[in-house]
């Protein structure tokens, strides 16, 4: 059964509702919205899903594109959700599960998804103290640069290439034209246009040479950086102030509690009796029960 466009807006809605939601309200206690746990999206050939399930896939979506919530947006997932589920039922009668490659997959995803669990749980039995806190902000002031460029580059594969660009820039050829013909970067239709960017966002050597312009000026020399070859122009700079503590403080907070996590979890791992098979990973010890001796994983 197909749904008309503004139906499953609506629909959706009430499950965006329910997403959103994270404290109860006096108004709506007594009402809960479809999207209310145990109530269901829709039955797919007599097998039912969830409100709930649809949700974290909606939200999902929402961070992996910073898209906004609208309806539209909203019926675009839950069409992309339901082929889902109809390609997972096409698979399920193929018995695709039983296929080793798929089994490994799924464990694969298994892990990863109950190992960001714990760590989100173990982080938020953690406390952080002000004096942390302020420790923390203090190390970031203390390594940000507060100044910001506006700027244009032009990108190119070689050295050559480079230097040929900045010989036409000094005939008198215009920086953005130039961008848009030669550049291989993502922003060459915009004339190598930059806008405001830290300092510290760049790549060492092209924020270095940036460093050494003037407002108006572009640079002499093509910069290299493991993108390819740069030639850059300065349009105009200025200092900024850092965030506040009180500013920061919310995501200070939840990066020392997933610091403290992450510190547990390695130390689990190090306690954990690990016997890797010799005949596949070789070890100092081949055979023997790894533990302590054992590589341990590195905060992403």
Known sequence: ????????????????????????????????????????????????????????????RLQATQAKATPEFQAQVLE?????????????????????????????????????????????????????????YDEFVANTDGTQYKARHILLKSKDAAEKVIKQLGKGADFAQLARDNSIAPNAKNGGELGWVNANQLPKHLSEALSKLKAGRYGKEPVKTQFGWHVVELEDSRTTEPPSLDALKPQLTELLKRRKAMAKLVKLRNNAMVEFNPDIVKTKSAGEPQGKAASTPKPK
Not at 4 to 24: D, G, K, N, R
Not at 114 to 129: F, G, H, K, P, Y
């Open 80 to 136: 992309e959700f339901m082929t889902n589920v109809v390609a997972v039922q096409e698979a399920e009668k193929r018995k695709l599960g039983e296929h080793d490659e798929v089994k490994a997959a799924l464990e694969l995803r298994r892990i990863e998804v109950l190992s960001n669990a714990v760590l989100q749980a173990l982080a938020q039995d953690e406390e952080v103290t002000d004096v942390e806190i302020k420790k923390a």
């Open 1 to 60: 059964m197909r749904f008309t466009h503004s139906t499953i807006a609506l629909a959706v809605l009430f499950a965006a509702t329910s997403i959103e939601a994270a404290q109860p309200h006096e108004d709506n206690a007594k009402t809960q919205p479809a999207g209310s746990k145990g109530a269901l999206i829709a039955t797919v050939n007599g097998k039912p899903y969830s409100a709930e399930l649809f949700g974290a896939f909606l939200a999902q």
